[in-house]
């Protein structure tokens, strides 16, 4: 079984600021993905990041930046020079396999981020 | 290149009717997924297509709920005899097996059971 954990129910930042969101993992299988996504009030769910387990390098995408430690069994999303679009729930969520969204992917609870001007 | 797509977008019906949802994938997607989001949570993984065949449906909530992707294109959920704990949002995801493998989702289909 895996298992997703997001300990920010809600986050407020400052414009133009970096911010962390944190993401802890539980999996048994020796190969997995990890995906951020981003759900506006819309309802949305927006793919953000990917990393694989077997990445060496952290991956990034624009502003997004995932931190994997594996040893830790974590993957926080950084998101620099936060704009007041970013407002919006955040999901961590991981799945099985190379490339992690083979099967179903199990998602964290969520974390509110706020960006205030 | 179109998105996923889901038909309605909204649904509000009584508890005990019948209701089903239609998801048109991204079009060279292999893959169909299908998740349920209550609300503060994040979306439950129900069932999964590959192509036509169903790979997986132990996870689909009761025997109320099916779903079908009977050409490898499109496809449909069906919750029968909706009950008010039915009430939640509706995700369908698409992705290429073999390809990139990242899941893509639609905008959901909010369903209240009256």
């Known amino acids: 079984a895996q298992k997703i954990t997001q300990t920010q129910p809600g986050m407020f930042v400052q414009e133009k600021e970096a911010v962390t969101l944190d993401c802890t993992y539980d999996?048994?299988?020796?190969?997995?993905?990890l995906f951020w996504y981003k759900q506006p009030s819309s309802g949305e769910m927006i793919f953000l990041i990917y990393?694989?387990?077997?990445?060496?390098q952290n991956a990034t995408e624009g502003r997004y930046s995932l931190n994997f430690q594996k040893a830790r069994k974590s993957a926080n999303l950084v998101i620099s020079a936060s704009q007041l679009g970013d407002s919006a729930m955040y999901f961590c969520?991981?799945?099985?396999?190379?490339?992690?969204?083979?099967?179903?992917?199990?998602f964290g609870k969520g974390t509110h981020l706020i960006i205030q001007p | 290149d179109t998105g996923v797509s889901q038909n309605p977008r909204h649904k509000i019906t009584k508890r005990g009717q019948n209701v089903t949802f239609r998801c048109d994938p991204i079009?060279?997607?292999?893959?169909l997924y299908w998740y349920r989001q209550t609300l503060g949570q994040g979306p439950e993984f129900l069932t999964y297509f590959q192509n036509e065949a169903q790979l997986e449906k132990s996870r689909l909530l009761s025997d109320r709920f099916s779903a079908e992707r009977p050409k490898g294109s499109f496809s449909t959920l069906e919750i029968q005899r909706t009950e008010q704990g039915d009430s939640a949002m509706y995700l369908c995801?698409?992705?290429?097996?073999?390809?990139?493998?990242?899941?893509?989702f639609g905008p959901g289909t909010r369903l209240t059971v009256l």
């Open positions: 999996t048994s299988d020796p190969s997995y993905g």
């Open positions: 079009s060279e997607h292999n893959r």
């Open positions: 969520a991981t799945g099985r396999g190379t490339g992690g969204g083979a099967d179903g992917l199990t």
């Open positions: 995801a698409s992705s290429l097996v073999g390809g990139e493998d990242t899941q893509y």
């Open positions: 990393q694989g387990s077997y990445d060496q």
